[in-house]
């Protein structure tokens, strides 16, 4: 099967990567105000936006955001959300082209995009757009294999993913992260973050991943099937949860 485009590969699902994608905890605005000085004059420039789950933290905190989206189904929905708060401006463009003016940014902010991006390039634009003394903060909300049905559920993922093994943002483990900063430092925040769902909201959750076969598709039938059969054994009183470790690897880098 060839290889999905990564800028279009989510423009088929947006409308369940809106519902059923975790959201990111609230603790992380004054996990970043209190310790990292973050302060509400800050301008905050989203790269990789998506649907806007990540503007919408900093926006609700009454943060000037200017979010940028390659992909126009995600860039569109993030408007039709969003749009009518004036503390945001959305730019059609990407991490290694982002067409901000040199040196206006404050903090770049990455949710769930990093593993998406080409690091040498974007570095190199990230640098250009901060302004001096400006951070990094690259944001995951990674889902956890603990309990046995966590275990199951990566199991089915790995079992039915198209390129699951190759595009899972796990691949880009923290050294990988430590070099793209240097020599600037990095530092390391986990909060903790959950869903609870019903069969629907956890069928949704699943297709709502670029790497899972989509409706209509030919695995599709086979890969509901066996997520209908692992609900049905673990879930407690019609719920089932998945839980997640919020990541925040928050850096500068050396001018």
Same mark, same amino acid.
């Given at each position: 099967?060839?290889?999905?485009?990564?800028?279009?590969?989510? !423009?088929?699902?947006?409308?369940?990567?809106?519902?059923?994608?975790?959201?990111?905890?609230?603790?992380?605005?004054?996990? $970043?105000? #209190?310790?990292?000085?973050?302060? !509400?004059?800050?301008?905050?420039?989203?790269?990789?936006?998506?649907?806007?789950?990540?503007?919408?933290?900093? $926006?609700?905190?009454?943060?000037?955001?200017?979010?940028?989206?390659?992909?126009?189904?995600?860039?569109?929905?993030?408007?039709?959300?969003?749009?009518?708060?004036?503390?945001?401006?959305?730019?059609?463009?990407?991490?290694?082209?982002?067409?901000?003016?040199?040196?206006?940014?404050?903090?770049?902010?990455?949710?769930?995009?990093?593993?998406?991006?080409?690091?040498?390039?974007?570095?190199? #634009?990230?640098?250009?757009?901060?302004?001096?003394?400006?951070?990094?903060?690259?944001?995951?909300?990674?889902? $956890?294999?603990?309990?046995?049905?966590? #275990?199951?559920?990566?199991?089915?993922?790995?079992?039915?993913?198209?390129?699951?093994?190759?595009?899972?943002?796990?691949?880009?483990? #923290?050294?990988?992260?430590?070099?793209?900063?240097?020599?600037?430092?990095?530092?390391?925040?986990? $909060?903790?973050?959950?869903?609870?769902?019903?069969?629907?909201?956890?069928?949704?959750?699943?297709?709502?991943? !670029?790497?899972?076969?989509?409706?209509? !598709?030919?695995?599709?039938?086979?890969?509901?099937?066996?997520?209908?059969?692992?609900?049905?054994?673990?879930?407690?009183?019609?719920?089932?949860?998945?839980?997640?470790?919020?990541?925040?690897?928050?850096?500068?880098?050396?001018?």
């Amino acid at each position: 099967m060839a290889a999905i485009n990564n800028t279009t590969r989510f !423009s088929d699902r947006v409308e369940d990567y809106v519902k059923y994608r975790p959201h990111y905890p609230k603790a992380i605005i004054p996990l $970043l105000q #209190e310790k990292y000085g973050l302060t !509400s004059d800050k301008h905050i420039a989203d790269v990789g936006a998506g649907t806007g789950i990540s503007s919408s933290l900093f $926006l609700d905190a009454g943060y000037r955001v200017t979010a940028i989206e390659p992909n126009k189904e995600m860039r569109e929905k993030a408007l039709a959300l969003l749009g009518k708060n004036q503390k945001l401006d959305m730019i059609d463009g990407a991490a290694e082209h982002t067409t901000i003016v040199a040196h206006t940014i404050d903090v770049i902010v990455a949710g769930q995009a990093f593993h998406w991006f080409d690091r040498e390039k974007a570095k190199i #634009e990230f640098k250009r757009i901060l302004r001096k003394g400006g951070k990094v903060v690259l944001l995951w909300n990674e889902r $956890l294999t603990a309990s046995p049905f966590e #275990e199951a559920y990566d199991r089915l993922i790995i079992k039915h993913g198209v390129d699951y093994v190759q595009v899972d943002h796990r691949n880009i483990d #923290e050294n990988k992260i430590r070099n793209f900063f240097e020599p600037g430092e990095v530092l390391l925040e986990i $909060l903790p973050n959950w869903q609870i769902f019903d069969f629907d909201g956890l069928k949704g959750r699943l297709l709502s991943s !670029s790497y899972i076969p989509t409706y209509g !598709s030919a695995g599709y039938p086979a890969m509901i099937a066996d997520l209908k059969r692992l609900f049905d054994q673990y879930q407690q009183e019609g719920k089932i949860r998945i839980n997640y470790e919020t990541k925040l690897f928050i850096g500068a880098f050396q001018h």
